[in-house]
């Protein structure tokens, strides 16, 4: 997968009864894949809501997007199974309903306890050998337990099947000195930011970026993924500040769980979805928050994509 540029990791649509809403999804895949720059689209992850659907509902939305995007892009699904086999075999299920790729989601017990040396190498290796799927390493935040120290990230950034990662870290001490180590030991992986509450640093080291923020603004994230690879501070910095009433109203909010319900709101707002229907646990942020991410879209000049466009994809 060639992932140098910008990959959305699209919100699931549900119909106002909280159903899967499988025409929704579809226009917003089209919708994403029609803006140049973007490379794939990352489905199942965080802001997908992946863990609130069952097997079936993650199967089926799976098979959607494929058919939605028709070969432009690869899918690539959240693999979030606790146990290694059981991961593997999601993968396989996947795989099996089109997937390309796999964002390989730590096992959530390891945020509580932390994780056993060699354990998240053996939860890799099991998803590419079992499913094929190409893996994204995929590094949660320093503050975390289940942030693998950098001896963990290279044995896997190194093992056959993985491709790219997806980096949280959030702690630029051991950004700057990870990334460089990272590239040395495997200088075809591709380094991907998902800071999505301050992108602006991150963005002169990668390769490219796998943000939820990609619903939202994905015209001016490939803007500022190409000024960064540019080394543009100037052009990066007035990206990044157009952009900051957004970055404000979605990402700086009390935790990131809200920042998917404001990703549904700047969707509708943008007119591409009719509505922000959640799954629990997520809540709704209420009447004057949703009017606070409104107006940061007409602050920032992002507008609202026109039916003619839509209806063109
Ligand atoms: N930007 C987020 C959301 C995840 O997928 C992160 O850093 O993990």
Known sequence: MDLRGLSPAPVTAFTRDGDVDHEANARLARWLVSVKGVKSLVILGHAGEGTFLTEDERLALIRTYVEAVDGAVPIIAGITGEGTKVAAEEAKKCKAAGATGALVYPNHGWLRFGYQKGAPQSRYKAIWEESGLQCILFQYPDATKASYDL???????????????????????????????????????????????????????????????????PELLVKLIEAGKAQNYTEARKVFEQLL????????????????????????????????????????????????????????????????VLAAE
């Not at 491709?163 to 990334?179: D, F, L, P």
């Not at 549904?264 to 509505?275: N, Q, S």
Request: aromatic share 6%.
């Open 151 to 217: 001896d963990t990230q290279l044995d896997i950034a190194t093992q056959e099947g993985v491709v790219a990662t997806k980096n949280g870290v959030r702690n630029m001490k051991r950004w700057y000195v990870e990334i460089p180590e990272l590239k040395k030991a495997n200088p075809n992986l591709q380094i991907l930011s998902c800071h999505d509450e301050w992108l602006l640093p991150t963005m002169f080291d990668v390769d490219g970026l796998l943000v939820g923020y990609g619903n939202i603004a």
């Open 245 to 308: 009433p957004i970055t404000r109203t979605v990402y700086h909010r009390g935790s990131h769980m809200e920042g998917t319900v404001a990703l549904k709101l700047g969707l509708v707002k943008r007119g591409i979805l009719d509505h922000a229907t959640i799954r629990e646990p997520l809540k709704n942020l209420g009447e004057k928050a949703e009017k606070e991410i409104f107006d940061a879209f007409d602050a920032a000049g992002v507008g609202r994509i026109q039916e003619a």
